[in-house]
Protein backbone atom coordinates (compact mmCIF):
# COMPACT_ATOMS: atom_id res chain seq x y z
CA UNK A 1 0.00 0.00 0.00
CA UNK A 2 1.31 3.57 -0.64
CA UNK A 3 -0.70 6.41 0.70
CA UNK A 4 -0.82 8.87 -2.23
CA UNK A 5 -3.79 11.32 -0.11
CA UNK A 6 -5.31 11.59 3.21
CA UNK A 7 -8.52 12.64 3.57
CA UNK A 8 -8.76 15.79 5.05
CA UNK A 9 -10.94 16.53 8.25
CA UNK A 10 -12.03 20.24 8.46
CA UNK A 11 -13.90 20.85 10.91
CA UNK A 12 -13.37 17.96 12.64
CA UNK A 13 -11.39 16.75 16.11
CA UNK A 14 -9.91 13.35 15.19
CA UNK A 15 -8.73 10.04 17.37
CA UNK A 16 -6.50 7.49 15.25
CA UNK A 17 -7.03 3.80 15.71
CA UNK A 18 -4.25 2.14 15.83
CA UNK A 19 -4.13 -0.47 12.81
CA UNK A 20 -2.03 -4.04 13.44
CA UNK A 21 0.93 -4.45 11.67
CA UNK A 22 -0.01 -7.69 10.18
CA UNK A 23 -3.66 -6.54 8.23
CA UNK A 24 -6.46 -9.13 8.95
CA UNK A 25 -7.59 -9.89 5.43
CA UNK A 26 -10.96 -11.39 4.98
CA UNK A 27 -13.55 -12.12 1.97
CA UNK A 28 -16.02 -10.27 0.46
CA UNK A 29 -18.70 -10.98 -2.46
CA UNK A 30 -19.94 -7.63 -4.50
CA UNK A 31 -22.00 -8.21 -7.49
CA UNK A 32 -20.77 -12.02 -7.87
CA UNK A 33 -17.32 -10.92 -7.68
CA UNK A 34 -15.33 -12.09 -4.49
CA UNK A 35 -13.06 -9.61 -3.11
CA UNK A 36 -10.25 -9.80 -0.34
CA UNK A 37 -11.36 -6.58 2.03
CA UNK A 38 -8.80 -5.34 4.78
CA UNK A 39 -8.92 -2.27 6.88
CA UNK A 40 -6.50 0.12 6.69
CA UNK A 41 -7.25 3.62 8.43
CA UNK A 42 -10.17 3.67 11.37
CA UNK A 43 -10.24 7.11 12.89
CA UNK A 44 -13.06 8.49 15.80
CA UNK A 45 -14.27 12.25 14.75
CA UNK A 46 -15.64 14.66 16.80
CA UNK A 47 -17.38 17.58 15.06
CA UNK A 48 -15.89 21.08 16.39
CA UNK A 49 -18.36 23.41 14.30
CA UNK A 50 -22.02 23.35 13.52
CA UNK A 51 -23.11 23.05 9.64
CA UNK A 52 -22.12 20.90 6.42
CA UNK A 53 -18.96 19.39 7.30
CA UNK A 54 -17.09 16.95 4.51
CA UNK A 55 -14.13 14.69 4.37
CA UNK A 56 -12.52 14.50 1.39
CA UNK A 57 -11.48 11.25 -0.40
CA UNK A 58 -8.29 9.35 0.62
CA UNK A 59 -6.25 7.76 -2.91
CA UNK A 60 -3.59 4.90 -2.38
CA UNK A 61 -2.34 2.84 -4.62
CA UNK A 62 -1.85 -1.12 -4.88
CA UNK A 63 -0.15 -4.26 -6.18
CA UNK A 64 -2.84 -6.19 -7.73
CA UNK A 65 -2.37 -9.91 -9.18
CA UNK A 66 -3.51 -10.50 -12.30
CA UNK A 67 -3.63 -13.36 -14.21
CA UNK A 68 -1.66 -13.94 -17.62
CA UNK A 69 -2.62 -16.50 -20.20
CA UNK A 70 -0.95 -17.79 -22.75
CA UNK A 71 -2.02 -17.90 -26.75
CA UNK A 72 -3.55 -21.54 -26.57
CA UNK A 73 -3.80 -23.36 -30.09
CA UNK A 74 -5.94 -25.99 -28.98
CA UNK A 75 -8.98 -23.26 -27.99
CA UNK A 76 -10.56 -22.77 -24.90
CA UNK A 77 -11.04 -25.90 -23.39
CA UNK A 78 -7.72 -25.58 -22.15
CA UNK A 79 -7.01 -22.04 -21.10
CA UNK A 80 -7.12 -22.85 -17.67
CA UNK A 81 -4.18 -25.44 -17.93
CA UNK A 82 -2.29 -22.62 -20.25
CA UNK A 83 -2.96 -20.28 -17.81
CA UNK A 84 0.53 -18.29 -16.57
CA UNK A 85 0.08 -19.11 -12.58
CA UNK A 86 2.83 -16.26 -11.62
CA UNK A 87 0.45 -13.37 -14.03
CA UNK A 88 1.70 -9.68 -13.78
CA UNK A 89 1.23 -6.93 -10.94
CA UNK A 90 -0.27 -4.20 -12.04
CA UNK A 91 -0.49 -0.93 -10.13
CA UNK A 92 -3.73 0.76 -9.54
CA UNK A 93 -4.90 3.94 -7.81
CA UNK A 94 -8.52 3.50 -5.74
CA UNK A 95 -9.75 6.46 -4.30
CA UNK A 96 -13.04 6.15 -1.97
CA UNK A 97 -15.92 8.69 -1.67
CA UNK A 98 -16.43 11.75 0.09
CA UNK A 99 -18.60 11.82 3.28
CA UNK A 100 -20.57 15.16 3.97
CA UNK A 101 -22.34 15.28 7.60
CA UNK A 102 -24.99 17.79 8.58
CA UNK A 103 -23.86 18.76 12.01
CA UNK A 104 -26.46 20.65 14.50
CA UNK A 105 -25.38 23.12 16.72
CA UNK A 106 -25.56 22.53 20.45
CA UNK A 107 -29.28 23.99 22.13
CA UNK A 108 -28.75 27.17 23.87
CA UNK A 109 -31.69 26.12 25.93
CA UNK A 110 -31.27 24.98 29.47
CA UNK A 111 -27.25 25.16 28.26
CA UNK A 112 -25.19 25.56 32.22
CA UNK A 113 -23.35 29.02 32.27
CA UNK A 114 -20.03 26.35 33.27
CA UNK A 115 -21.03 24.42 29.69
CA UNK A 116 -17.50 23.83 28.02
CA UNK A 117 -18.22 22.22 25.02
CA UNK A 118 -18.07 18.42 26.16
CA UNK A 119 -20.51 15.96 24.34
CA UNK A 120 -21.24 12.59 25.08
CA UNK A 121 -21.83 10.35 28.09
CA UNK A 122 -19.63 10.50 31.25
CA UNK A 123 -19.19 9.52 34.89
CA UNK A 124 -16.91 11.56 37.32
CA UNK A 125 -15.31 10.55 40.81
CA UNK A 126 -13.29 12.14 43.20
CA UNK A 127 -10.91 11.17 45.90
CA UNK A 128 -8.60 12.88 48.47
CA UNK A 129 -5.86 11.30 50.11
CA UNK A 130 -6.69 12.75 53.91
CA UNK A 131 -8.42 15.73 54.87
CA UNK A 132 -6.34 15.98 58.27
CA UNK A 133 -3.23 17.89 57.85
CA UNK A 134 -0.53 20.37 59.21
CA UNK A 135 -0.08 23.45 57.82
CA UNK A 136 2.72 23.01 54.94
CA UNK A 137 1.45 19.68 54.53
CA UNK A 138 0.44 18.41 50.97
CA UNK A 139 -2.66 17.26 50.25
CA UNK A 140 -3.77 15.30 46.92
CA UNK A 141 -6.90 15.60 45.72
CA UNK A 142 -7.49 12.96 42.24
CA UNK A 143 -10.66 13.62 39.76
CA UNK A 144 -11.51 11.29 37.36
CA UNK A 145 -13.82 11.71 34.35
CA UNK A 146 -15.01 8.49 32.05
CA UNK A 147 -17.12 7.78 29.37
CA UNK A 148 -18.33 7.93 26.04
CA UNK A 149 -16.76 10.99 24.09
CA UNK A 150 -13.62 12.98 23.74
CA UNK A 151 -12.21 13.94 26.96
CA UNK A 152 -9.68 15.70 24.90
CA UNK A 153 -11.90 18.58 23.79
CA UNK A 154 -12.45 19.37 27.85
CA UNK A 155 -10.64 23.21 28.67
CA UNK A 156 -10.35 24.37 32.24
CA UNK A 157 -12.46 22.44 34.60
CA UNK A 158 -12.23 25.60 37.40
CA UNK A 159 -11.60 23.41 40.86
CA UNK A 160 -11.69 26.57 43.43
CA UNK A 161 -9.23 25.88 46.45
CA UNK A 162 -8.81 28.10 49.06
CA UNK A 163 -7.11 31.29 49.43
CA UNK A 164 -4.61 30.25 52.03
CA UNK A 165 -4.18 27.29 49.77
CA UNK A 166 -0.59 26.88 47.55
CA UNK A 167 -1.87 24.99 44.13
CA UNK A 168 0.52 23.02 41.79
CA UNK A 169 -1.23 22.80 38.06
CA UNK A 170 -2.73 19.51 37.88
CA UNK A 171 -0.78 16.46 36.67
CA UNK A 172 -3.15 14.72 33.90
CA UNK A 173 -3.47 11.61 32.45
CA UNK A 174 -5.50 10.84 29.13
CA UNK A 175 -6.60 7.32 27.88
CA UNK A 176 -8.56 6.09 25.22
CA UNK A 177 -9.74 2.54 24.30
CA UNK A 178 -11.31 2.55 20.56
CA UNK A 179 -11.39 -1.48 20.57
CA UNK A 180 -15.46 -1.28 22.75
CA UNK A 181 -17.04 -2.36 20.06
CA UNK A 182 -16.72 0.75 18.14
CA UNK A 183 -17.63 3.26 20.47
CA UNK A 184 -15.17 5.79 21.09
CA UNK A 185 -13.89 5.68 25.42
CA UNK A 186 -12.42 8.14 27.34
CA UNK A 187 -10.82 8.55 30.65
CA UNK A 188 -8.69 11.56 31.99
CA UNK A 189 -7.54 11.55 35.36
CA UNK A 190 -6.36 14.87 37.53
CA UNK A 191 -4.17 14.76 39.86
CA UNK A 192 -3.76 18.09 42.10
CA UNK A 193 -1.43 18.58 45.01
CA UNK A 194 -2.11 21.69 47.27
CA UNK A 195 -0.40 22.81 50.70
CA UNK A 196 -1.98 24.57 53.12
CA UNK A 197 -0.27 27.33 54.67
CA UNK A 198 -1.90 28.37 57.57
CA UNK A 199 -4.50 26.78 60.39
CA UNK A 200 -8.14 26.33 60.15
CA UNK A 201 -10.75 24.59 59.20
CA UNK A 202 -11.69 24.97 55.43
CA UNK A 203 -13.93 23.73 52.29
CA UNK A 204 -13.15 22.55 48.96
CA UNK A 205 -15.96 23.60 47.13
CA UNK A 206 -17.77 20.36 44.54
CA UNK A 207 -16.28 20.87 41.24
CA UNK A 208 -19.15 20.65 39.05
CA UNK A 209 -19.07 19.79 35.12
CA UNK A 210 -21.22 20.23 32.57
CA UNK A 211 -21.94 18.04 29.11
CA UNK A 212 -24.11 17.69 26.20
CA UNK A 213 -25.77 14.27 25.74
CA UNK A 214 -26.91 13.49 22.75
CA UNK A 215 -28.80 10.12 23.34
CA UNK A 216 -31.55 12.20 25.89
CA UNK A 217 -30.75 15.19 23.86
CA UNK A 218 -30.32 17.28 26.74
CA UNK A 219 -27.29 18.88 29.26
CA UNK A 220 -26.35 17.36 32.42
CA UNK A 221 -23.91 18.66 35.56
CA UNK A 222 -21.68 16.03 37.21
CA UNK A 223 -20.95 16.93 40.48
CA UNK A 224 -17.98 16.02 43.15
CA UNK A 225 -18.32 15.68 46.57
CA UNK A 226 -17.37 18.60 48.87
CA UNK A 227 -14.15 18.30 51.36
CA UNK A 228 -13.71 19.77 54.85
CA UNK A 229 -10.07 20.10 55.56
CA UNK A 230 -9.00 20.66 59.37
CA UNK A 231 -5.36 21.91 59.16
CA UNK A 232 -3.44 21.75 62.35
CA UNK A 233 -0.49 24.37 63.34
CA UNK A 234 2.97 22.40 61.41
CA UNK A 235 6.14 23.93 61.91
CA UNK A 236 7.33 27.77 60.33
CA UNK A 237 3.54 28.71 60.63
CA UNK A 238 2.21 31.82 62.51
CA UNK A 239 1.50 31.11 65.94
CA UNK A 240 4.56 28.59 66.65
CA UNK A 241 8.01 29.16 68.47
CA UNK A 242 9.88 28.81 65.79
CA UNK A 243 7.91 30.89 63.19
CA UNK A 244 8.94 34.41 62.90
CA UNK A 245 5.70 35.48 62.43
CA UNK A 246 2.87 36.67 64.90
CA UNK A 247 -0.47 35.64 64.63
CA UNK A 248 -3.04 37.95 65.64
CA UNK A 249 -3.50 36.50 69.08
CA UNK A 250 0.09 37.78 70.20
CA UNK A 251 -0.44 41.35 69.34
CA UNK A 252 -1.00 43.08 72.15
CA UNK A 253 -2.71 46.75 72.90
CA UNK A 254 -0.04 48.54 75.50
CA UNK A 255 -1.55 51.79 75.08
CA UNK A 256 -3.98 54.53 74.38
CA UNK A 257 -2.26 57.65 74.90
CA UNK A 258 -1.04 58.35 71.17
CA UNK A 259 -4.34 58.90 68.78
CA UNK A 260 -4.12 59.66 65.06
CA UNK A 261 -3.61 63.15 63.83
CA UNK A 262 -7.15 64.29 62.41
CA UNK A 263 -7.33 66.43 60.24
CA UNK A 264 -10.36 68.53 59.05
CA UNK A 265 -12.15 67.79 56.21
CA UNK A 266 -11.86 71.08 54.08
CA UNK A 267 -12.59 70.47 50.30
CA UNK A 268 -11.70 74.14 49.09
CA UNK A 269 -12.00 74.91 44.88
CA UNK A 270 -10.43 77.59 43.27
CA UNK A 271 -12.32 80.54 42.25
CA UNK A 272 -13.39 80.38 38.63
CA UNK A 273 -12.94 76.84 38.76
CA UNK A 274 -14.17 75.02 35.58
CA UNK A 275 -14.50 70.83 36.29
CA UNK A 276 -15.39 70.19 32.55
CA UNK A 277 -11.44 71.57 31.34
CA UNK A 278 -9.77 69.60 33.49
CA UNK A 279 -8.43 66.02 32.27
CA UNK A 280 -10.21 63.93 35.28
CA UNK A 281 -13.53 65.34 34.36
CA UNK A 282 -13.50 63.77 30.39
CA UNK A 283 -11.65 60.79 32.49
CA UNK A 284 -15.02 59.80 34.43
CA UNK A 285 -17.36 60.46 31.64
CA UNK A 286 -15.04 57.62 29.25
CA UNK A 287 -13.76 55.68 31.50
CA UNK A 288 -16.67 53.75 32.49
CA UNK A 289 -17.26 53.40 28.81
CA UNK A 290 -14.07 51.87 28.12
CA UNK A 291 -14.41 49.20 31.03
CA UNK A 292 -17.86 48.62 29.86
CA UNK A 293 -16.38 47.61 26.58
CA UNK A 294 -13.53 45.89 27.74
CA UNK A 295 -15.94 43.96 30.26
CA UNK A 296 -18.08 43.21 27.28
CA UNK A 297 -14.72 41.90 25.13
CA UNK A 298 -13.87 39.67 28.03
CA UNK A 299 -17.12 38.56 28.51
CA UNK A 300 -17.88 37.35 24.64
CA UNK A 301 -13.75 36.38 24.69
CA UNK A 302 -14.96 33.57 27.60
CA UNK A 303 -18.06 32.65 26.21
CA UNK A 304 -16.02 31.74 22.97
CA UNK A 305 -13.32 29.88 24.52
CA UNK A 306 -16.28 28.03 26.37
CA UNK A 307 -18.56 27.28 22.95
CA UNK A 308 -16.28 27.75 20.16
CA UNK A 309 -13.50 24.75 19.96
CA UNK A 310 -12.19 26.40 16.94
CA UNK A 311 -11.47 30.06 18.38
CA UNK A 312 -10.39 27.95 22.10
CA UNK A 313 -7.78 25.92 19.62
CA UNK A 314 -6.22 28.81 18.17
CA UNK A 315 -5.89 31.67 21.03
CA UNK A 316 -4.54 28.65 22.91
CA UNK A 317 -2.11 26.70 20.48
CA UNK A 318 1.05 28.53 22.17
CA UNK A 319 0.55 27.69 25.08
CA UNK A 320 -0.26 23.95 23.93
CA UNK A 321 2.72 23.98 22.07
CA UNK A 322 4.77 25.05 24.80
CA UNK A 323 3.80 22.33 26.86
CA UNK A 324 4.47 19.73 24.34
CA UNK A 325 8.20 21.37 24.13
CA UNK A 326 8.14 21.41 27.87
CA UNK A 327 7.67 17.67 27.37
CA UNK A 328 10.65 17.81 24.81
CA UNK A 329 13.02 19.12 27.10
CA UNK A 330 12.55 16.27 29.56
CA UNK A 331 13.55 13.85 27.57
CA UNK A 332 16.10 15.84 26.43
CA UNK A 333 17.71 16.04 30.30
CA UNK A 334 17.52 12.43 29.70
CA UNK A 335 19.21 12.38 27.04
CA UNK A 336 16.45 10.79 24.94
CA UNK A 337 17.54 12.57 21.59
CA UNK A 338 14.77 9.94 19.76
CA UNK A 339 11.96 10.79 21.97
CA UNK A 340 13.09 14.82 22.28
CA UNK A 341 12.77 14.93 18.40
CA UNK A 342 9.47 13.02 18.13
CA UNK A 343 8.04 15.61 20.38
CA UNK A 344 9.20 18.26 18.99
CA UNK A 345 7.91 17.63 15.64
CA UNK A 346 4.77 16.97 17.63
CA UNK A 347 5.07 20.07 18.90
CA UNK A 348 5.47 21.99 15.62
CA UNK A 349 2.73 20.12 13.65
CA UNK A 350 0.59 20.45 16.48
CA UNK A 351 0.83 24.52 16.44
CA UNK A 352 -0.09 24.51 12.80
CA UNK A 353 -2.84 22.20 13.54
CA UNK A 354 -4.39 24.32 16.81
CA UNK A 355 -3.82 27.44 14.81
CA UNK A 356 -5.81 26.49 11.72
CA UNK A 357 -8.47 23.97 13.43
CA UNK A 358 -7.09 21.15 11.70
CA UNK A 359 -6.35 17.19 12.87
CA UNK A 360 -2.91 16.92 13.68
CA UNK A 361 -3.06 13.34 13.33
CA UNK A 362 -3.81 13.72 9.67
CA UNK A 363 -1.39 16.51 9.03
CA UNK A 364 1.50 15.48 6.12
CA UNK A 365 4.31 17.66 4.92
CA UNK A 366 2.68 18.78 2.07
CA UNK A 367 -0.58 19.66 3.95
CA UNK A 368 1.43 21.92 6.48
CA UNK A 369 2.94 24.31 3.74
CA UNK A 370 -0.10 24.27 1.46
CA UNK A 371 -1.57 26.01 5.00
CA UNK A 372 1.16 27.92 5.51
CA UNK A 373 1.46 29.49 1.82
CA UNK A 374 -2.63 29.74 2.13
CA UNK A 375 -2.36 31.97 5.74
CA UNK A 376 -0.18 34.26 3.26
CA UNK A 377 3.22 33.48 5.80
CA UNK A 378 6.24 34.41 4.39
CA UNK A 379 8.24 32.02 2.37
CA UNK A 380 11.60 32.29 4.50
CA UNK A 381 9.48 31.43 7.16
CA UNK A 382 7.78 28.26 5.66
CA UNK A 383 11.08 27.79 4.29
CA UNK A 384 12.76 27.84 8.24
CA UNK A 385 9.82 25.55 9.56
CA UNK A 386 10.22 23.12 7.31
CA UNK A 387 13.80 22.78 7.89
CA UNK A 388 13.05 22.36 11.88
CA UNK A 389 10.32 19.75 11.04
CA UNK A 390 12.46 17.61 8.70
CA UNK A 391 15.27 17.89 10.93
CA UNK A 392 13.33 16.39 13.94
CA UNK A 393 11.93 13.64 12.33
CA UNK A 394 15.21 12.49 10.73
CA UNK A 395 16.84 13.02 13.99
CA UNK A 396 14.13 11.19 15.47
CA UNK A 397 14.79 8.09 14.12
CA UNK A 398 18.58 8.73 13.32
CA UNK A 399 19.85 10.74 15.95
CA UNK A 400 23.19 9.72 15.26
CA UNK A 401 26.03 11.71 17.07
CA UNK A 402 24.44 14.50 19.45
CA UNK A 403 25.01 16.46 22.15
CA UNK A 404 22.66 18.55 24.42
CA UNK A 405 24.06 21.06 23.96
CA UNK A 406 23.51 21.19 20.18
CA UNK A 407 20.07 19.72 20.50
CA UNK A 408 19.32 22.55 23.44
CA UNK A 409 20.42 24.85 20.83
CA UNK A 410 18.00 23.23 18.14
CA UNK A 411 14.92 23.58 20.85
CA UNK A 412 15.17 27.11 21.82
CA UNK A 413 15.76 28.23 17.82
CA UNK A 414 12.34 26.32 16.99
CA UNK A 415 10.86 28.16 20.08
CA UNK A 416 11.85 31.56 18.61
CA UNK A 417 10.44 30.18 15.01
CA UNK A 418 6.87 29.12 16.33
CA UNK A 419 6.42 33.35 18.20
CA UNK A 420 7.35 34.49 14.90
CA UNK A 421 4.92 32.10 13.00
CA UNK A 422 2.12 32.49 15.45
CA UNK A 423 2.20 36.29 13.85
CA UNK A 424 0.82 35.27 10.87
CA UNK A 425 -1.69 32.56 11.98
Given at each position: LNYLKQPETVGFWVEEYEIPSNIP???????????????????ALFPTKSGQLTITPMQLSVNVQ??????????????????????????????????????KPLPSEGRPANFSGLVGNFRMSASIDKTTAEANEALSLKIRLSGNGNLKSLGNIGLEFPNSFEVYDPKIRDNTDLSNNNRFSAVRELEYVVIP?????????????????????????????????????????????????????????????INFIKEENLSLVPVGYQPYKTTWFWLTLVLPVVMLSLAYGYRNHLEKM????????????????????????????????????GEVSKGLIGFVADKTNQAAAGLLREDVERILINHKVEAPLIHEYLKYLDEADFRRFAPGEMTVEAAGEFYHQALEMLSKLGKYL
Open positions: VSKAVVNGVEYNVAEVKKVQSRRRRDPFGSVFDNFFDDPLGRTVRKVLSTSPLTFTVRTPGEYRIKPLEVSYFDPQVPGYKTLRSPEYTIVVGEGKGVPGNLNSPYLSKSEVKLLGKDSTNVEYARRRQAQKMASKRLKGAEHYLNQGKFAEFY
